[in-house]
């Protein structure tokens, strides 16, 4: 079965902190993955995405690796800051026009 | 450039009653879609739209109609709503180039 999930739930961290996102997917083929930041009361908007053959990616304080033997993709954030609280969703996509798999996301909060 | 927009924001309805959700892109993309957002699940595909003229069933189209009315907009409707059908709804559209997928804000829908 094709799933996408994420670990942990949520997260509160401390503000110039640095944290982990986890995603795990089971899709099958495989095309890319991208993770999104969903704000709070908005759409989501991407971040980064990782092909097949890239193993990392960076967006400014945003790091995204992916190993596609195991299926796993992290996201990385540096010295977090307020505006980086909100919702964060894996999305992967399967070969093929409209195959998109979501995970339910991790809920991060960075307080002062 | 407004991206995706959607109206209403926020609606209120009762049990039986019918409503359309609005969406347009200026983005001159193809294909658009409709998902549904509840908690503790990742987003999920209602209907989309592979380019104007046609749409397709997603995982989750039982109580939802779509019309692709033009290659701007593509809207959703509800004919006779149910409680289950209370959610916040985002509406798409994707770029074949990068194969990115563009969210509006949002439709909060509560159905009493």
């Known amino acids: 079965k094709n799933q996408v999930e994420q670990s942990p739930q949520s997260l509160i961290i401390l503000e110039g902190k640095n944290c982990t996102l986890q995603?795990?997917?089971?899709?099958?083929?495989?095309?890319?993955l991208r993770w999104y930041k969903q704000d709070t009361g908005r759409g989501p908007v991407s971040l980064t995405i990782?092909?097949?053959?890239?193993n990392t990616k960076s967006n400014g304080r945003y790091t995204a690796t992916l190993d596609a033997d195991t299926k796993q993709s992290s996201l990385h954030i540096t010295a977090s800051q307020l505006s980086d609280s909100a919702s964060y969703i894996c999305?992967?996509?399967?070969?093929?026009?409209?195959?998109?798999?979501f995970g339910t996301g991790t809920r991060l909060t960075v307080i002062p | 450039n407004a991206g995706v927009t959607q109206t209403p924001k926020f609606q209120v309805l009762k049990t039986g009653q019918s409503m359309t959700l609005q969406c347009a892109q200026d983005?001159?993309?193809?294909?658009m879609y409709w998902y549904r957002q509840d908690p503790g699940m990742g987003l999920r595909l209602i209907y989309y739209s592979a380019s104007e003229g046609t749409t397709d069933k997603g995982e989750v189209p039982n109580g939802y109609n779509v019309s692709r009315l033009n290659k701007r907009e593509f809207s959703l409707r509800l004919e006779s709503a149910a409680p289950s059908q209370t959610s916040v709804y985002f509406c798409a559209s994707r770029d074949l180039y990068n194969n990115e997928q563009f969210f509006g804000p949002g439709t909060r829908l509560t159905v009493l």
């Open positions: 983005m001159n993309h193809n294909s």
């Open positions: 990782m092909t097949f053959s890239e």
């Open positions: 999305v992967v996509r399967q070969t093929g026009a409209n195959n998109l798999f």
């Open positions: 995603c795990n997917y089971t899709v099958s083929p495989f095309s890319n």
